[in-house]
């Protein structure tokens, strides 16, 4: 079972901060929060990945709660292509559970 | 472009027949991965292959058979399918770290069963 729990969906306006939140209440000291992302019918793609630090790269922040029982994703200026199911798993080694995810639709 | 590559895109068969999907990797990873995904459901994690030896199977029946034959490359030989068998097949590489390794998609094969 995912240990993730993730809104069913969201929308954004197109231009506007995204912020994707993720509550993973039971993680562990050596577990990583990831955020993967699907656009219809394509594979999923990588976002970035964290410990304990914020983090940031050309994509998207990710904000870690002190307690690392919740995190959240952002896409700091979202576009229509951004439109996609976005993931929010935690792994402790190379297995990945994906739950539904969020939906995200941006709106013009 | 993930430099992960699998073939064919689509692929529509019979329950008789026998087909298999490859994937190949081009980031020189050490784990490969098959994901199932049905429609509108999350993916499923198939097998795990890592350093070409098998360390997941997740109950998967076994008209599926995984081969990886070297680290860069991963076959799923498909058999005697069944309709609900239907959905879209991903591979994924990683580096195979504990903890920080992150997954490449590639782009699904897409299969029909009839």
């Known amino acids: 079972d995912a240990k993730t729990t993730q809104p069913p969906s969201m929308d954004c306006a197109e231009g506007r901060a995204a912020n994707l939140p993720c509550n993973h209440s039971t993680i562990s000291g050596n577990e990583y929060v990831y955020w993967y992302r699907q656009i219809h019918s394509q594979g999923p793609q990588y976002i970035i990945h964290g410990l304990k630090n914020n983090e940031t790269n050309e994509m998207a922040s990710l904000i870690i709660t002190e307690d690392r029982k919740s995190s959240t994703l952002i896409l700091p200026h979202a576009t229509l292509r951004d439109t996609a199911v976005y993931y929010c798993?935690?792994?402790?080694?190379?297995?990945?559970?994906f739950g539904p995810g969020t939906s995200l639709s941006v709106i013009p | 472009e993930t430099g992960v590559t699998q073939t064919p895109r689509h692929l529509v068969m019979g329950m008789t027949n026998k087909k298999s999907l490859k994937c190949e990797q081009h980031l020189g990873h050490n784990a490969m991965y098959w994901y199932k995904q049905s429609a509108k459901k999350p993916l499923e994690l198939m097998f795990v292959?890592?350093?070409?030896?098998?360390?997941e199977n997740n109950s998967v029946p076994s008209r599926f058979s995984p081969e990886c034959p070297n680290s860069s490359h991963l076959f799923l030989h498909l058999h005697t399918l069944q309709p609900e068998d239907s959905a879209l097949y991903l591979c994924?590489?990683?580096?195979?770290?504990?903890?920080?390794?992150?997954?490449?998609f590639g782009p699904g094969t897409r299969l029909l069963v009839l």
């Open positions: 292959y890592n350093f070409k030896e098998q360390t």
């Open positions: 798993i935690v792994n402790s080694y190379d297995k990945v559970i």
């Open positions: 994924a590489s990683s580096q195979g770290e504990r903890g920080g390794s992150s997954q490449y």
